[in-house]
């Protein structure tokens, strides 16, 4: 993986990579097919880019060359409300979205120097833009997360307090004694909607929520795993998501990558392209 650095001409970049946001790659590189390439990269004239790469927010000089017509390289990936890629770098929670979106530590450290945030079970950190948010059209979660197998009461992942009407929480959290992962939302007179998730610890999997005209819809690895009708109402909300903790003093213990926020409903397709994307 490569973050926010100059890759030089004729480099060869693998299948499968992934390269920073902010990267210059230089004329003659080679490019593999499937590598994503972030925001605001750029490729150099003579670049190889082949069918099957992608760039996201990036530009792709006209004379570089593409295999097999025209490459995907040359349409953009999803965009969210809030992307937090956590690549390395100065600055790891910085919004990749463009929208400003940047995050704040709040207790502990988190630990960012391996392209994804590590949660050591007293760390996290939120958004303080979104506490304003109106998620009027829907909010939709996407997350690689990586449990330790640490287990509790509550031990929020991604939530924005889940203690009032339309609030949300990914937590390892009661219902299962912790060892489950709890993809919850509460409707405007306290309702309770969640589908428990079994994950196993210390391997990557892909959670997302969409939320959205009264439907509440779970997704694991890119696959629909649970919908339910909600009476959930998000423009109550007034407080920022908070990763790495929810209600309580417990923390959440183990890796988050590649967090995504909308703020509408993402449709199964879009989950779909999320999942397959590089962490």
């Not at 392209?115 to 007293?122: E, K, M, P, R, V």
Request: proline share 3%.
């Amino acid at each position: 993986d490569v973050y926010k650095r100059q890759v030089y001409d004729r480099s060869r970049i693998l299948a499968g990579a992934k390269v920073g946001r902010s990267v210059t790659v230089g004329a003659g590189a080679v490019i593999g097919t499937g590598a994503v390439i972030r925001a605001n990269a750029e490729i150099a004239p003579g670049a190889v880019v082949p069918a099957g790469a992608r760039v996201v927010r990036g530009e792709v000089f006209t004379d570089s060359t593409g295999d097999a017509g025209t490459p995907s390289v040359c349409e953009p990936l999803l965009t969210g409300f809030v992307h937090h890629s956590f690549d390395s770098g100065a600055d790891p929670l910085n919004d990749d979205s463009g929208n400003g979106n940047d995050g704040a530590a709040r207790t502990g450290t988190v630990n960012y120097s391996s392209g994804w945030a590590n949660f050591n079970g007293s760390s996290t950190y939120n958004i303080p833009s979104t506490a304003s948010q109106s998620w009027a059209n829907g909010l939709s979660v996407a997350v690689w997360i990586r449990w330790s197998g640490s287990a509790g009461n509550y031990r929020g992942v991604v939530s924005n307090g889940y203690s009032g009407a339309g609030s949300f929480e990914f937590r390892f959290g009661r219902e299962s004694s912790g060892t489950r992962l709890s993809v919850a939302t509460r409707g405007p007179s306290g309702q309770y909607a969640g589908k428990l998730v079994y994950l196993q610890p210390n391997q990557w999997y892909h959670v997302a929520m969409s939320q959205g005209d009264g439907q509440r819809m779970v997704y694991l690895n890119g696959s629909l795993v649970d919908t339910q009708t909600t009476a959930w109402n998000p423009k109550t909300v007034s407080e920022a998501i908070t990763i790495g903790n929810a209600v309580s003093t417990e923390s959440y213990s183990g890796d988050v990558d590649e967090l995504y926020i909308f703020d509408r409903a993402i449709s199964g397709a879009e989950v779909a392209e999320l999942a397959s994307q590089a962490h």
